[in-house]
């Protein structure tokens, strides 16, 4: 049926009501409808047609993960009658499609409902269906709820003038049923009829109405209502403020998200919940009593006053299981598998090399033009204009293209990204790892150990960085070489380090020790604050490529210009003299004959160009390595991405079932049906009654007397 078809037809049954058995049978059953339905069907031993019983119902709309602590399993039986619409006791493909199709529909939970209620299926529900069906679900020893009070006159009129009620009706009495359920409830505990209750009573009020809809950690929690104010009673002010922020909780989760992600630490103040609050609605305010039990709720436990996300899932989040059970479930897997720990930290670590492996290349690569000229500038000696082959970076940058080419401007470029990548990975690896060892349990680190991991991480790399460097650098310039000296011969990578050894590899490393260690200690630090500080990264605020990069070249340029010096001194030890230049023998050496012959100006050569370089390389480096984090998470982490969605941003336990499933339509479902009684739909076990099984017979209209 096409699109427009379907709408035609919806239209027509909201406005005129249709054959709801022939409308089911004119749509056709998806692909996945099928696999479901066939999945868990049985097969009649006499007709041969495949059907679900109530059992295999149950397997196909109860959540396959749940552990059923709050909803029962054997209470989506309830939803059995629904689907099994000729009362023969097992539902067809046909029945399974017009479930599935009543389930998509985006008021599905109310019609459900409904339709469990309409027993004569004509479009509206009786009062005497509607209490027999109440009456036969509700627990033994339920609190009392008086049909005749003043509210439910409103609703289905009074006992010589009761009415049926159509859709609108039946779901708009049911959406206002479990306020009217707790405020009798509160008058029947309210003895003295002072407007107070024990916390007992008022536990048991919202365990009886309310606990489907609530996370263990808030019923664990619920007799610490009375902490609130200085008595030691619950006022009905308090019942109302804490009903009101449980049928709010969307817009709590909303108001939440909003202000947690302007807070640069991730963490708000009752204040600040309450601002935030202001500036979201226009007239769902929230009172501070409401905003006071929010908040005493989720400190329980940690009594601070700024809370985060993590402390508000404990109250928002329904699927929230306690603290105690979940540590208990993982202890015994962390007793046994203390090798795959290691395992598990080697792999975390292996992981966090490639990426910053490849990070390092992409970065090598889009800055290499640049370093070469570096390089160059460097290398000039001779502070006579006249004995110097280029003026400044932008002449050098033209010559050599006008000279060797723009393939001029790669020369050595793979022995850069094949040894960059190593380099790169262990400075990542190093700083994220000794940040780690000075991080406390709230996730702050001093200035000073900033520096000391990022110095810590500079120096580690130069056993990568020398032997890089000194190959590089020699095959950047020997295309110059080979334009002054005529017959020079193009040496390769392999021939260079041939001929230098393992020794001559690292000739130099005291000048690279001395520029990558106090390059490392200001960038990463300077990085860290400027993403934190500049743009305002936090817990729930991830920033963009264009942001990380922006940091990442901010945070270059000082560290780059500043460590110049040691670069000029590093590059003229590793470079092969030429004839008639000055040998250099050593760091010492290098730094006086430079002053000395070519004044304090030498030492910041190429300043410019290592700024144009270094700032850039790594921003691109670590904005890939970033976002590769995200795109390429490790094995077991979920790709870290921008909330999408209130509960997105709240919920700590994600389901494995998406929002829109069968399982979590089902599951809603009932949740509305138990604002009733949290017995509905359970099994009663005695001599005449089969359950939800037989509920089909039960339904059936009482035979007329005469």
């Avoid at 940058?397 to 060797?404: D, G, S, T």
């Amino acid at each position: 049926m096409s699109t427009a078809a379907v709408v035609k037809e919806a239209v027509k049954e909201t406005l005129i009501g249709s054959n709801e058995h022939a409308a089911a049978d004119q749509v056709q059953p998806t692909a996945q409808t099928k696999a479901r339905f066939t999945h868990y069907a049985v097969q009649d031993s006499e007709t041969g047609e495949l059907f679900l019983g109530p059992d295999q119902f149950i397997d196909a709309v109860a959540p396959p993960h749940e552990d059923y602590h709050k909803i029962k399993r054997e209470q989506y039986s309830i939803l059995f009658s629904v689907a099994d619409r000729a009362n023969k006791g097992k539902v067809t493909l046909s029945d399974w499609t017009y479930f599935e199709n009543l389930l998509e529909k985006p008021d599905a939970e109310y019609e459900i409902a409904f339709r469990l209620f309409d027993v004569e299926r004509l479009g509206t529900v009786k009062y005497d269906d509607f209490r027999r069906l109440y009456e036969l679900n509700k627990g033994p020893n339920s609190i009392p709820f008086d049909w005749d009070c003043e509210w439910a006159k409103l609703y289905i009129g009074s006992k010589t003038k009761r009415h049926n009620l159509d859709y609108q009706q039946f779901s708009q009495m049911l959406r206002g049923l479990q306020g009217e359920r707790i405020r009798q409830a509160f008058q029947l505990f309210d003895k003295d009829g002072d407007g107070f209750i024990e916390p007992g009573d008022f536990e048991r009020i919202i365990m009886e109405t309310s606990k489907h809809k609530l996370s263990d950690h808030l019923l664990e929690n619920l007799n610490t209502l009375c902490n609130i104010s200085q008595g030691s009673k619950v006022s009905y002010a308090n019942v109302r403020a804490f009903q009101n922020i449980i049928k709010e909780m969307d817009l709590v989760e909303l108001i939440i998200r909003k202000a947690c992600g302007k807070s640069q630490d991730g963490k708000i103040t009752r204040t600040e919940f309450l601002n935030q609050a202001a500036k979201i609605t226009r007239f769902s305010l929230f009172t501070p009593m409401e905003a006071d039990i929010l908040f005493h709720f989720a400190s329980v436990g940690n009594p601070s006053g700024r809370l985060g996300l993590e402390d508000f899932a404990k109250v928002l989040d329904p699927s929230w299981r306690n603290r105690h059970e979940a540590e208990a479930r993982l202890l015994p897997q962390a007793v046994q598998t203390k090798g795959q720990q290691f395992a598990h930290r080697a792999g975390e670590s292996a992981y966090n090399f490639i990426l910053g492996s490849l990070s390092g290349a992409f970065g090598a690569f889009m800055v290499y033009p640049i370093d070469l000229v570096k390089t160059r500038m460097q290398n000039q000696r001779g502070a006579s204009p006249g004995s110097r082959l280029y003026d400044n970076s932008i002449d050098c940058f033209r010559k050599v293209i006008r000279n060797e080419g723009f393939r001029g401007l790669y020369s050595g470029v793979l022995p850069q990204l094949v040894g960059v990548a190593p380099e790169k990975a262990i400075k990542l690896t190093v700083n994220d790892l000794v940040r780690g060892a000075f991080t406390d349990k709230q996730g702050n680190i001093s200035v000073i150990h900033e520096i000391i991991a990022g110095g810590t991480a500079g120096g580690c790399q130069v056993v990568f960085t020398n032997p890089l460097e000194i190959v590089k650098i020699r095959l950047q310039v020997q295309g110059e070489v080979a334009k002054s000296v005529e017959g020079a011969p193009k040496r390769s990578a392999m021939w260079i380090v041939r001929n230098l050894g393992l020794v001559g590899l690292y000739k130099g490393a005291s000048a690279c020790l001395l520029r990558d260690v106090p390059f490392s200690a200001i960038y990463f630090p300077t990085y860290s604050h400027l993403k934190k500080d500049l743009f305002g990264e936090s817990k729930t605020k991830k920033l963009g490529v264009l942001q990380l990069l922006t940091a990442g070249a901010i945070a270059g340029m000082p560290a780059a210009y500043l460590t110049t010096p040691c670069d000029v001194i590093k590059t003229r030890l590793q470079v092969e003299a030429r004839k008639g230049d000055t040998q250099y023998t050593g760091l010492r050496h290098a730094a006086k004959t430079i002053w000395k012959e070519e004044g304090f100006r030498a030492f910041f050569k190429g300043g410019p160009a290592r700024i144009f370089r270094s700032s850039p390389q790594f921003g691109f480096t670590l904005a890939a390595y970033e976002l590769l984090q995200s795109v390429l998470p490790y094995p077991g982490q979920k790709a870290e991405k921008m909330h999408a969605g209130v509960a997105d941003a709240v919920s700590m336990v994600k389901d494995s079932v998406g929002g829109d499933s069968p399982y979590t339509r089902s599951r809603n479902a009932l949740k509305i049906l138990l604002d009733l009684d949290e017995h509905f739909g359970r099994v009663k076990l005695d001599a005449n009654a089969a359950g939800w099984k037989a509920l089909p017979t039960w339904m059936q209209t009482p035979p007329k007397t005469a």
